[in-house]
């Protein structure tokens, strides 16, 4: 199994573009996530999925949008990439209790 | 949500010694983890621990449900334990809130 994998592991986007961040999981987990974290924080959720064709915001979602149409895969969209959205990017599968995270994307934004 | 708070924010430790961090949180829960951030930025999961106590190695944890805080004994630290240690909380729902981390720095 590769677990949780995330793509790239590195972008830089000037202000105003857009990107997708990739999110795959293969151990057929129904719940899956978006974290940002920020330096010195902890994690803030962005986004949610409890399986394949739902989706649900968490504490930070504006800016961001995902969808859901696999149960493998749950990418991130950011629209009009803002300085504020600079940060590290993580994806998380849970099959219900225990979090497994993927190795991150980080981003910056200028 | 749920707050969490983790303590203390830092801590330097020489190799051989023995630590122990705290979450609280301020509200029942009834999914606690914990995690390990190494240097190279990968979230680790080290326990699962609801409520009771848990072993894994050099490691334990103890979550005391009813008094809403858990902790994370590290003993005989080595470099590699280094890092930032993440405690994540969950009520009812999908949301789970973490802390702001602990920051390990281990010393040879």
């Known amino acids: 199994n590769a677990g949780v994998t995330q793509t790239p592991k590195f972008r830089i986007l000037k202000i105003g573009q857009s990107m997708t961040l990739q999110c795959a999981q293969d151990?057929?987990?129904?719940?899956m996530y978006w974290y940002r974290q920020d330096p010195g924080m902890g994690l803030k959720l962005i986004y949610y999925s409890v399986g394949a064709g739902i989706t649900d915001k968490g504490e930070v979602p504006n800016g961001y949008n995902v969808s859901r149409s696999t149960t493998e895969d749950f990418p991130l969209r950011l629209e009009l990439a803002a300085p504020s959205q600079t940060s590290v990017y993580f994806c998380?599968?849970?099959?219900?209790?225990?979090?497994?995270f993927g190795p991150g994307t980080r981003l910056t934004v200028l | 949500g749920i707050q969490v708070e983790q303590s203390p924010p830092d801590l330097i430790l020489q190799e051989g010694a023995n630590s122990t961090l705290r979450c609280n949180f301020s509200d029942s829960v009834n999914n606690l983890q914990w995690f390990h951030q190494n240097p190279w930025g990968q979230l680790i999961n080290l326990f699962y621990?609801?409520?009771g106590t848990k072993q894994n190695g050099r490691l334990s944890a103890t979550t005391v449900a009813t008094e809403r805080y858990s902790l994370l004994y590290i003993s005989s630290s080595q470099t590699t334990d280094s890092g930032v240690y993440f405690c994540?909380?969950?009520?009812?729902?999908?949301?789970?809130?973490f802390g702001t981390g602990t920051s390990l720095t281990v010393i040879p």
């Open positions: 998380a599968s849970s099959p219900s209790s225990i979090l497994f």
């Open positions: 621990i609801p409520s």
């Open positions: 151990m057929n987990h129904n719940y």
């Open positions: 994540a909380a969950k009520r009812s729902g999908n949301q789970f809130y």
